[in-house]
């Protein structure tokens, strides 16, 4: 707008200027004013130090806490080692902050950082590191792994087809005037008829049809169609204005039923760590190993309990159940 202003050669009122730069500081007073009152979040995971990045687990229920009273609270890592700590309002990015991350099954620690819109990851140690194997154990090998559960599914299958036939008895040529029931237009004399089917319980009718099959079929309609939707009990209605005509309801007989489906997979292994999934509605999960050249089925249970490995299990935002399990001193996988 100055610049139309100036080009045109209009002048510019002297009050516009400190008018202008009076609003600029006030935006920037708002802008600095909304910020500095804005609460910085902090987002991280925590996972397991490994050198083996395959290996490096997320770890749940670890407590995280700013112990210089920066912040909101304490807050505890999920079943995907996410935590996020709300510091309090005039806590600045930039500004110097520790986080405490606390974990009976890990080594305490402990990140000097500042605080800002970054991701920090943080690698703990287990509290108790493996113990040595004794070269004199014997050794029992783990082989031929496969992860087995049952899921429920609904299946509908044909068992059959059923049948049924009627007629309408009519006399043609004979004018209606205006009795009950005439032909579609008015002129002659009809006669009407029905039929239903009934599946039983649990069954329901599909692809269902009704026709005429015999007699002068030009001259029929059918009047209610309560089969083609299909369902436990579907009726036909029809009428006829020429002579004698045989109809035919007929449709497919289906199940539904529900019924467990058997399934198996095959588990990721890493070194001495075997990880694996299940979906959401899985049961009955177990693994299926040979144990020393012996297959033996062990069912995980609610407590993910296997007798020659520590498990852990997870549930992801989708119900996904994620499985860990690593083996105990004296068992390999081969």
Same mark, same amino acid.
């Given at each position: 707008?100055?610049?139309?202003?100036?080009?045109?050669?209009?002048? !510019?009122?002297?009050?516009?200027?400190?008018?202008? =730069?009076?609003?600029?500081?006030?935006?920037?007073?708002?802008?600095?004013?909304?910020?500095?009152? #804005?609460?910085?979040?902090?987002? *991280?995971?925590v996972i397991v130090n490994d050198? @083996?990045?395959?290996?490096?687990?997320?770890?749940? %229920?670890?407590?995280?806490?700013? &112990?210089?009273?920066? /912040?909101?609270?304490?807050?505890?890592?999920?079943?995907?080692? $996410?935590?996020?700590?709300?510091?309090?309002?005039?806590?600045?990015?930039?500004?110097?902050?520790?986080?405490? $991350?606390?974990?009976?099954?890990?080594?305490p620690f402990d990140l000097h950082?500042?605080? *800002? +819109?970054?991701?920090?990851?943080?690698?703990? +140690?287990?509290?108790?590191?493996?113990?040595?194997?004794?070269?004199? #154990?014997?050794?029992?090998? =783990? /082989?031929?792994?496969?992860?087995?559960?049952?899921?429920?599914?609904?299946?509908?299958?044909? !068992?059959?087809?059923?049948?049924?036939?009627?007629?309408?008895?009519?006399?043609?040529?004979?004018?209606?005037?205006?009795?009950?029931?005439?032909?579609?237009? *008015?002129?002659?004399?009809?006669?009407? %008829?029905?039929?239903?089917?009934?599946?039983?319980?649990?069954?329901?009718?599909?692809?269902?049809?009704?026709?005429?099959?015999?007699?002068?079929?030009?001259?029929?309609?059918?009047?209610?169609?309560?089969?083609?939707? *299909?369902?436990?009990? !579907?009726?036909?209605?029809?009428?006829?204005?020429?002579?004698? /005509?045989?109809?035919?309801?007929?449709?497919?007989?289906?199940?539904?039923?529900?019924?467990?489906?058997?399934?198996?997979?095959? &588990?990721?292994?890493?070194?001495?760590?075997?990880?694996?999934t299940a979906p959401a509605g899985?049961?009955?999960?177990? !693994?299926?190993?040979?144990?020393?050249?012996?297959?033996?089925?062990? &069912?995980?249970?609610? +407590?993910?309990?296997?007798?020659?490995?520590?498990?852990?299990?997870?549930?992801?935002? @989708?119900?996904?159940?994620?499985?860990?399990?690593?083996?105990?001193?004296?068992?390999?996988?081969?």
């Open positions: 707008m100055w610049d139309q202003m100036i080009k045109r050669g209009t002048r !510019i009122p002297l009050w516009i200027v400190p008018a202008a =730069v009076v609003l600029l500081a006030v935006a920037g007073f708002l802008v600095y004013h909304y910020t500095s009152h #804005q609460s910085v979040v902090l987002k *991280g995971a050198p @083996d990045t395959r290996r490096q687990l997320p770890i749940a %229920g670890v407590k995280v806490s700013e &112990p210089h009273g920066l /912040a909101t609270g304490t807050t505890e890592s999920d079943a995907a080692g $996410f935590f996020s700590l709300k510091l309090k309002p005039g806590i600045r990015r930039g500004q110097g902050i520790t986080l405490r $991350f606390r974990s009976p099954d890990y080594k950082d500042f605080a *800002g +819109d970054k991701l920090y990851i943080v690698r703990l +140690d287990p509290l108790n590191t493996p113990k040595p194997v004794d070269p004199n #154990q014997p050794i029992t090998t =783990v /082989a031929n792994v496969e992860v087995r559960y049952t899921v429920k599914a609904i299946t509908t299958s044909t !068992i059959g087809s059923a049948v049924k036939t009627f007629q309408i008895e009519n006399k043609g040529d004979v004018p209606c005037h205006a009795q009950y029931p005439c032909s579609p237009d *008015g002129k002659w004399k009809a006669a009407v %008829g029905a039929a239903s089917l009934d599946a039983g319980a649990g069954n329901e009718f599909r692809n269902a049809r009704a026709s005429c099959i015999a007699g002068p079929c030009a001259f029929t309609k059918i009047d209610e169609d309560q089969f083609s939707r *299909g369902g436990q009990i !579907i009726s036909v209605s029809a009428r006829a204005w020429s002579d004698t /005509a045989t109809f035919m309801l007929e449709a497919e007989v289906f199940h539904t039923m529900v019924s467990e489906i058997l399934h198996k997979s095959y &588990p990721v292994i890493f070194g001495e760590t075997l990880n694996f899985a049961e009955g999960v177990s !693994i299926e190993a040979d144990i020393n050249g012996e297959s033996i089925i062990f &069912p995980l249970g609610p +407590d993910v309990y296997l007798s020659w490995a520590s498990c852990s299990s997870r549930v992801d935002a @989708d119900h996904t159940v994620v499985y860990n399990c690593e083996l105990k001193p004296g068992y390999r996988f081969r």
